[in-house]
């Protein structure tokens, strides 16, 4: 069963950095797109940034230029390198991406559990 496994949330200081993982795993025939959405308390789920297959990446403006994203297709893995983190980019941190499993074939999209980021001032 395909399933996206999240890493590497935690407590920072403003200004300082963290990396999230994801990895898609179980079953896997290929990956397409990949994104980040955060979802604050009491807000609704947004997304971050998102890299297709083939590399291409989009940004919300409030993360452009301190978040990169980054996958390695070999291996089902996305990366969200954060630098600069500010404390409103708290939030728990999901990665979702369109899986085709190997039983069928067909394209769905997949969520991961959720990392929590917290950046204290």
């Known amino acids: 069963q395909v399933q996206l496994v999240e890493s590497g949330g935690g407590l920072v200081q403003a200004g300082g950095s963290l990396r999230l993982s994801c990895t898609a795993s179980g079953g896997v025939l290929s990956v397409r797109t990949m994104c980040w959405f955060l979802q604050a308390p009491g807000k609704q789920r947004e997304l971050v940034a998102d890299?297709?297959?083939?590399?291409?990446?989009n940004y919300v403006d409030s993360v452009k230029g301190r978040f990169t994203i980054s996958r390695d297709n070999a291996k089902n893995l996305m990366l969200l390198q954060m630098n600069s983190l500010k404390p409103e980019d708290t939030a728990l941190y999901y990665c979702s991406a369109d899986v085709a499993p190997d039983y069928d074939g067909r394209a769905r999209q997949y969520w991961g559990q959720g990392t929590q980021v917290t950046v204290s001032s």
């Open positions: 890299i297709a297959r083939g590399g291409n990446t």
